[in-house]
């Protein structure tokens, strides 16, 4: 039983920032992958960025420069940060927990939060 809980959507103008925020709590050992996609109205859902358990991470290429992905081990968190927000970053993005251990040796899981809504004006 793991559950994800994302914050910090909102409404903000071409140029402006938000910093998203991502949860899991539970019984969890360890997570392998932390990672945000987002899905606009009519696109299917895409990958912004991604960070491993070490620290490495991608971006899409429509984000490098703008977003930094990071996570807080201790806390299970990742975090977002979005500047210089364009409308083509309106979506609802979601946060992904994967290979998720609850023991050393338990099977490995993917978590979805449910999504929060981000919407640059032009």
């Known amino acids: 039983q793991v559950q994800v809980v994302e914050s910090g959507g909102g409404l903000v103008q071409t140029g402006g920032s938000l910093r998203l925020s991502c949860a899991a709590s539970?019984?969890?050992?360890?997570?392998?992958?932390m990672a945000w996609y987002r899905q606009a109205p009519g696109k299917q859902r895409e990958l912004v960025a991604r960070i491993t358990s070490g620290g490495n991470t991608d971006y899409a290429d429509s984000v490098k420069g703008r977003f930094t992905i990071s996570r807080d081990n201790a806390k299970n968190t990742v975090f977002l940060q979005m500047n210089s927000l364009k409308p083509e970053d309106t979506a609802v993005y979601y946060c992904n927990m994967d290979r998720v251990r609850t023991t050393a040796r338990s099977y490995e899981y993917r978590y979805w939060g449910q999504g929060t809504q981000v919407t640059v004006s032009s």
């Open positions: 539970g019984s969890i050992f360890s997570i392998n992958f």
